[in-house]
Every structure is written in structure tokens, then in C-alpha cells.
């Protein structure tokens, strides 16, 4: 797995417990129909954005052993909510070293430079 660097793909965090397989990295296949590949920091304005796209990521869900994401916390996001936010000016920053090169066909490569870490 490679970043948008071209380098290895790093975890992007452990807790909580981030990914489509909830193995800390933010890769993709074909059961991510969402394509979880940009590493973020979440933000208040972040969360609030995606909540109010119907996507609340700050609710914690115990069924799903989900904790509720809190600003500060590092997530994958879906390649075209991240876009979708960074289009409305509210998009978070970007761990690049942990953001799968797989975003880049949904997402300029440019954009992520301008919110990398």
C-alpha cells in the first residue's frame, strides 16, 4: 500500500480504532464502497459539517464499538465527503503519510497539499 507521497502507507491512528477493516489505516477494496482514504483531523466545524450531511461521526454508536469522534481525533474519511467539505471551505487537515494514493482519483492532489499537517 502506498500514500499520496508514494511512499508506504502509515497507520493513521489506533485509538480510536480508524479504517474500512478497523486496522488503523486508511486503505481501500472492494467491499469500501466509500473508499475510507484521507487520514483527517477532525475539527468542530468538521464534524458538524458531516453531521448535518447526515453522516454523524461525533455520536458515539456502542453497538458498533464506534466512540464518537472529538476535534483532534484522527479518522478515514471517504474520499468525496473530504472533497464535498474541502469545496464548502470546512474540509480537515490531512495526514498525508497516512492517506492512500487511491484518493487520488477522486481528490487533486493539489487540495490535499493545502491542508496537509
Known amino acids: 500500500m502506498k500514500n499520496v507521497l508514494g511512499n508506504d502507507l502509515i497507520a493513521c491512528c489506533t485509538d480510536p480504532m480508524t479504517g474500512f477493516y478497523r486496522d488503523?489505516?486508511?486503505?481501500?477494496g472492494p467491499l469500501d464502497a466509500g473508499r475510507h482514504?484521507?487520514?483527517a483531523i477532525?475539527?468542530?466545524?468538521?464534524?458538524?459539517?458531516?453531521k448535518s450531511k447526515g453522516n454523524d461521526l461525533s455520536t458515539p454508536i456502542p453497538q458498533y464499538d464506534f466512540p464518537g469522534l472529538q476535534?483532534?481525533?484522527?479518522?478515514?474519511?471517504?474520499?468525496?465527503?473530504?472533497?464535498?467539505?474541502?469545496?464548502?471551505g470546512k474540509a480537515p487537515k490531512v495526514k498525508l503519510e497516512a492517506?492512500?494514493?487511491?484518493?487520488?482519483?477522486?481528490?487533486?492532489?493539489?487540495?490535499l497539499l493545502e491542508l496537509k499537517l
Do not use: S
Request: charged fraction near 25%; include cysteine; hydrophobic fraction near 45%.
Open 71 to 88: 476535534p483532534g481525533d484522527a479518522w478515514c474519511l471517504c474520499a468525496l465527503r473530504w472533497k464535498e467539505a474541502y469545496e464548502a
Open 37 to 39: 482514504v484521507v487520514c
Open 42 to 50: 477532525m475539527t468542530e466545524e468538521f464534524l458538524a459539517f458531516t
Open 24 to 28: 488503523g489505516y486508511c486503505r481501500t
Open 99 to 111: 492517506t492512500d494514493e487511491a484518493v487520488l482519483n477522486f481528490i487533486e492532489f493539489e487540495a
